[in-house]
């Protein structure tokens, strides 16, 4: 029986990105959320350097965003709940 060859790129990169959604960030405790709290609250695999909230559900509660990328729309959403977002 012959092997099938691989097909198409996998990139290495993406092992050590992740996406969350607005809805996950209800699950961390802490009230400032960095990579750190979403890697102990396991919304993250521990391997993830950068992490990025992305516009999926919605969020109810004030949280910091301090060292985690946003898009446009999750920005807002979390600014219209009383949160804020730090660089």
């Keep these: 029986q012959r092997r ?3 097909v198409g ?3 290495a990169m993406k092992a050590t ?3 969350v959604r607005l809805d ?3 699950k961390v405790k802490a009230d400032v959320i960095d ?3 979403l890697i102990a609250a396991i919304i993250v695999p ?3 350097e950068v992490a990025k909230v992305v516009l999926s559900g919605e969020i109810k509660k004030a949280v910091t965003l301090k060292g985690v990328g946003a898009t446009k729309g999750a920005r807002a959403a979390i600014e219209a709940a009383g ?3 730090e660089a």
């Design 4 to 6: 099938m060859p691989k």
């Design 17 to 19: 990105r992740a996406e």
């Design 9 to 11: 790129f996998r990139s």
């Design 24 to 26: 996950e960030l209800a």
């Design 35 to 37: 990579l750190a709290a």
């Design 83 to 85: 949160g804020r977002i």
């Design 46 to 48: 521990v391997f993830t």
